[in-house]
């Protein structure tokens, strides 16, 4: 069985903080890995993607794979109230036609 | 700029019907997806579709559902008899391509909300 872990939440942040999402995953196949951002009644829609141990930057999103640790996480900075969301952890494995999802964490950035 | 559009946004359907939820991918996208989401449950991968032929399915893609692409802009989910527990949020997605070099990203419809009575 294929597992993404994720807190459910909700984490809490003050407007300008520093939101930080953590997701695990079970299989070491794992090859790539996606975070996308889904409101309430929504479809997920994608912020980030990344393959390669290391950071990856794309504004105020920081996106970091540890592989050896089977850990992705997602940063963000200057958090906004319309960064409140569920962000989702998404997997896949060497064939890239299956994808695994977590069950997201539940972000509020208070104003 | 390109989206993936779903037809219907809801469906109502008794159990035992058949329902066919109707997508139109990006149209320069050749991998199609259809996934879904049970209320405030977490997103559930239910197959991939390339090159006119399934490439993935879940263990949820029981004999109960099929994939088409009828022509060269639909792709279609069907499921033969409802089940009460068939009701949830179906989405579609496409991407261009499939590899590291090209990435994979996946653009997924609004959903169709379907509601088995």
């Known amino acids: 069985q294929k597992e993404v872990e994720q807190n459910s939440g909700p984490l809490s942040v003050p407007e300008g903080a520093i939101a930080s999402l953590n997701c695990t995953y079970s299989d070491r196949g794992s090859q790539s890995f996606f975070w996308y951002r889904q409101y309430s009644g929504k479809s997920p829609e994608l912020i980030m993607f990344i393959y390669s141990n290391g950071d990856k930057e794309d504004g105020r999103f920081t996106a970091q794979l540890n592989k050896a640790s089977q850990y992705v996480s997602l940063l963000i900075r200057d958090s906004q109230p319309s960064d409140s969301a569920t962000y989702l952890c998404v997997v896949s494995l060497y064939n890239f036609n299956k994808f695994y999802f977590g069950s997201g964490t539940k972000l509020n950035v208070k104003p | 700029e390109p989206e993936v559009t779903q037809t219907p946004s809801h469906q109502v359907t008794q159990m035992g019907q058949e329902v066919i939820l109707r997508c139109v991918p990006i149209?320069?996208?050749?991998?199609f997806y259809w996934y879904r989401q049970i209320l405030g449950q977490k997103v559930e991968f239910l197959v991939s579709?390339?090159?006119?032929?399934?490439?993935?399915k879940s263990e949820i893609f029981d004999d109960q559902f099929s994939v088409e692409r009828p022509d060269g802009s639909n792709f279609t989910l069907k499921i033969r008899s409802t089940k009460l527990e068939d009701s949830a949020m179906y989405f579609c997605a496409s991407s261009e391509a499939l590899g590291f070099r090209m990435g994979e990203t996946q653009y997924f419809g609004p959903g169709t909300r379907l509601l088995v009575l």
């Open positions: 149209s320069n996208h050749l991998y």
């Open positions: 579709f390339y090159n006119n032929e399934i490439s993935e």
